[in-house]
């Protein structure tokens, strides 16, 4: 009798499961739907292109050119157009100065939509925070990227590069092209290693080596996200091989970085080794944090130790990684520039073959060809907001709070009333008479207003001691055959890679 009965339950059981799931469906879908009302009504006063009815634009922005496409809509629609992101995703794209400073200017929290995906991974660090706590750690964080911090990294990004360059040496040798993206961005890890954790030069562990891998994995696997729309629901994406694979590089990552916390909390505990702590050369980024109170004498938890140790790794990996390669790939595409860029810093050395702190202050022309080629290729091309109160714009128009905002840093950037013949690469762009009278929201590469990019510092000199290193050492050149082909991603890349002959300026030299 039971036995006869257990089917029928088990069926019944099933019929009210698919219900329920029906049910939760649909609550999902009226939700969905009302948002996006909210969401067409507010910007509704933004005309823009045409929208699929399913896709809204996003087959027009993940097709290659996508960047160019969105120029090529500024001279259509002045100030900021709508674009869509599938059938429920729509924000207000904006690219003029005067509408970036009245959103940037302020302190807005970054969109959900696209930043909970980093959640798994980064936690909640300054780059997701919002509101007081978000001030809280960027209080406690500020004095980490002071300049006297900031002065002994100068050697450790010396150490990184010299390894890399030594790889080029031999693969020079060949005759032939190569991609120096991924080689950049193994230098630009390694470095973050050392000033995040404190990592010699005595090679890594086999633990230090599985987080590598992880951090590499996971930068990887959330571009393909962001860039399949399929995988933007987490329930769908946590079942699929790439979430599953993503959650498992996630565990090696904080496994990592949980236990070198403990072992550096271990080692304050005893007064010795925090004397020697004290003593080395540098404090690395895991120091100050575990060193930094507020004014009440509260400090991070581990949650947010881990959390912000997590972010910087994320942020100054791939970020550094895209603003090297192409700074190098400017260089051989403008040989001029390179010329006069290498002499500037043979200059400043003058007998000397390392780089020390007060070289990066004299290297005038060569910020200035930095800042141009981020003007051109901003590592960062798109960033994005929710206002948190409406706000009016400079030509009578407005928002109000909750519509989202993207900030589209790669078209402001070549938006010709802003930047005469914007496709000309000048460095002169960026010299004090010209810096002068521009809008301070003209070129942002690093964001803007109080969230932006808190590590900056950190990026520029990192790239001015790589840059001007790797132009004491070869002559580079481009491969006509392999033109990069801008892909926007987390980071702006390059979808073929980018290829580049580099000719040794001084055989053996770094041996």
Known sequence: MVTALLP????????????????????????LLLRRQM?????????????????????????????????????????????????FLGFLNIYEPDYAK??????????????????????????VLHGPKWYQHRKLLTPGFHYDVLKPYVALFAESTHVMLDKWEEKALKNKSFDIFSDVGHMALDSLMKCTFGKGNI??????????????????????????????????????PHGR??????QVAHDHTDQVIRERKAALQDEK???????????????????????????????????????FMFEGHDTTTSGISWILYCMARYPDHQHRCREEIREILGDRDSIQWDD???????????????????????????????????????????????LHIYALHRNSTVWPDPEVFDPLRFSPENIAGRHPFAFIPFSAGPRNCIGQQFAMNEMKVVTALCLLRFEFALDP????????????RSKNGIYLHLKPLRPGSGK
């Open 8 to 31: 029928l339950s088990l069926s019944r059981l099933g019929v009210w499961a698919f219900g329920l799931i029906l049910v939760l469906g649909f609550l999902k879908l009226i939700r």
């Open 39 to 87: 969401l067409a009504r507010a910007i509704d006063s933004f005309p823009g292109p045409p929208t699929h009815w399913l896709f809204g634009h996003a087959l027009e922005i993940q097709q290659t050119g996508s960047l160019d496409k969105v120029v090529s809509w500024t001279h259509q629609f002045p100030y900021a157009h709508q674009l869509w992101v599938g059938p």
């Open 102 to 127: 009245a959103v940037y200017g302020r302190g807005d929290p970054k969109a959900p939509d696209v930043y909970d995906f980093f959640l798994q991974w980064i936690g909640k660090g300054l780059l």
């Open 203 to 240: 090679g890594l562990s086999h633990s230090d080596n599985r987080y590598y891998l992880a951090v590499s994995d996971l930068t990887l696997l959330m571009q393909q996200r962001i860039d399949s729309f399929q995988y933007h629901n987490d329930f769908i994406y946590w079942l699929t």
């Open 245 to 250: 694979r993503f959650l498992r590089a996630c």
């Open 273 to 311: 080794e925090w004397k020697k702590i004290q003593n080395r050369r540098h404090l690395d980024f895991l120091d100050i944090l575990l060193g930094a109170r507020d004014e009440d004498g509260i400090k991070l938890s581990d949650a947010d130790l881990r959390a912000e140790v997590d972010t």
């Open 360 to 406: 990066l202050g004299k290297m005038t022309y060569l910020t200035m060809f930095m800042k141009e080629t981020f003007r051109l290729y901003p590592p960062v091309p798109q960033v994005y907001r929710q206002l948190s109160k409406p706000v009016n714009f400079v030509d009578g128009r407005s928002l109000p709070a909750g519509s989202l905002i993207s």
């Open 481 to 492: 055959s392999k033109v990069p082909i801008k892909l926007p991603q987390l980071v702006l």
